[in-house]
Nanobody, 121 residues
Framework: QVQLVESGGGLVQPGGSLRLSCVASGSIFTIYTMGWYRQAPGKQRELVAAISRGGTTGFSDSVKGRFTISRDNAKNTVYLQMNSLKPEDTAVYYC???????????????WGQGTQVTVFS
């Protein structure tokens, strides 16, 4: 099996920064796209940012210019640097990864348990 463990959430004032990390472990052959999603109370889970194995990135319009995503393939880790945080960024942030567990398998989706980010005035 594959486990994703997030860290780095917390409380921050508007305009502040946080860095989320997500480490994948377990039976991993290759990790394809990795991404961050978030879910605010009463809202659907939404994609925030994603990065391919080769480093191509994509962002939701709401975070463009404020968030960056990066990964370290040697460490099976993806990061989300969040700057200029706003109250509307408050949500549980989830790590997602497409993982092949052996050379003949396709990618399966795995999720972390989530980490809370709260931006308060």
């Amino acid at each position: 099996q594959v486990q994703l463990v997030e860290s780095g959430g917390g409380l921050v004032q508007p305009g502040g920064s946080l860095r989320l990390s997500c480490v994948a472990s377990g039976s991993i052959f290759t990790i394809y796209t990795m991404g961050w999603y978030r879910q605010a109370p009463g809202k659907q889970r939404e994609l925030v940012a994603a990065i391919s194995r080769g480093g191509t990135t994509g962002f939701s319009d709401s975070v463009k210019g404020r968030f960056t995503i990066s990964r370290d393939n040697a460490k099976n880790t993806v990061y989300l640097q969040m700057n200029s945080l706003k109250p509307e960024d408050t949500a549980v942030y989830y790590c997602n990864a497409g993982v092949a567990i052996h050379s003949g398998s396709g990618a399966q989706d795995y999720w972390g348990q989530g980490t809370q980010v709260t931006v308060f005035s």
